[in-house]
């Protein structure tokens, strides 16, 4: 099973941008599809954005979409999420999540929270209006 800790927390003011990390241990991620999700308290986690397993093909909300970009370094075995932009609205806990794949389907993202069995423990973002 992978591990997944998440890093880049961070205050900042509306219109800043912010890079959160997401370091696996345990397997590598070139053999996973990744997605970053985010959930405040009391609420459903939020699909934010996904990478495929061969890092080709990507998927974002549309509350991100433009602003937001998702990569993969396999070397690194890390996933990143690169925040342009930032809203007071994108405050959240993000969180990072792992699906393992096959070469049927390393082409493929993943956008529901429940096609995810591992996760992180999440990382805070707050954005200051």
């Known amino acids: 099973q992978v591990q997944l800790v998440e890093s880049g927390a961070g205050l900042v003011q509306a219109g800043d941008s912010l890079r959160l990390s997401c370091a696996a241990s345990?397997?590598?991620?070139?053999?996973?599809?990744m997605g970053w999700f985010r959930q405040a308290p009391g609420k459903e986690r939020e699909f934010v954005a996904a990478?495929?397993?061969?890092?080709?093909?990507?998927g974002y909300s549309d509350s991100v979409k433009g602003r937001f970009t998702i990569s993969k370094d396999n070397a690194e075995n890390t996933v990143y999420l690169l925040m342009n932009g930032l809203k007071p609205e994108d405050t959240d806990v993000y969180l990072c999540a792992a699906r393992s794949g096959s070469a049927y389907t390393r082409t493929l993202y993943y956008t529901s929270p429940t096609a995810y069995p591992s996760w992180g423990r999440g990382t805070q973002v707050t954005v200051s209006s």
């Open positions: 345990g397997r590598t991620i070139s053999t996973y599809a």
């Open positions: 990478i495929s397993q061969s890092g080709g093909n990507t």
